[in-house]
């Protein structure tokens, strides 16, 4: 049935798919992106373990890094074109994104998202960059 619902979406639709193939109780899981590039993901190894490949969780806490990361070079760039902001003043942005659970639990309690801006800004500059994409 997906790849039936596949063959009708819109060219612009973002998919994924997961594979997970067993040889006894040894899983592999191979994640898809739209058909462009694979990963195998892991589980979060035991203690003591090497872990090779990123974790879901990881996953999604790096893909909510990256998109918040590309909106803020959006609206930077924007703002420059607009000539509200100097093309020199923002020469780097960091997003760090950490998830916050009880000990024992698998479901986060929520997700902080940190973003340092680093440049030549005022605090004016970077409010009116975080007032963009609704982070003040």
């Not at 090497?50 to 998109?67: D, F, H, I, R, Y």
């Not at 994104?97 to 680093?118: A, C, N, R, T």
């Amino acid at each position: 049935m997906l790849s039936r619902l596949r063959m009708f979406a819109p060219a612009t639709r973002r998919w994924s798919s997961v594979t997970s193939s067993a040889k006894g109780l040894d899983f592999t899981t191979r994640i898809n992106f739209g058909g462009s590039s694979e990963i195998v993901a892991e589980l979060p190894p035991m203690p003591g373990q090497a872990c090779l490949n990123p974790n879901p969780k990881n996953l999604v806490l790096s893909g909510l890094a990256a998109c918040t990361s590309m909106t803020l070079q959006h609206f930077t760039t924007t703002l420059v074109k607009d000539g509200k902001l100097p093309a020199d003043a923002l020469k780097e942005i960091k997003v760090e994104v950490q998830d916050k659970f009880e000990p024992g639990k698998q479901i986060p309690d929520s997700i902080h998202v940190s973003v340092d801006l680093v440049g030549n800004l005022t605090p004016e500059q970077k409010k009116m960059i975080f007032q963009a994409i609704g982070f003040w």
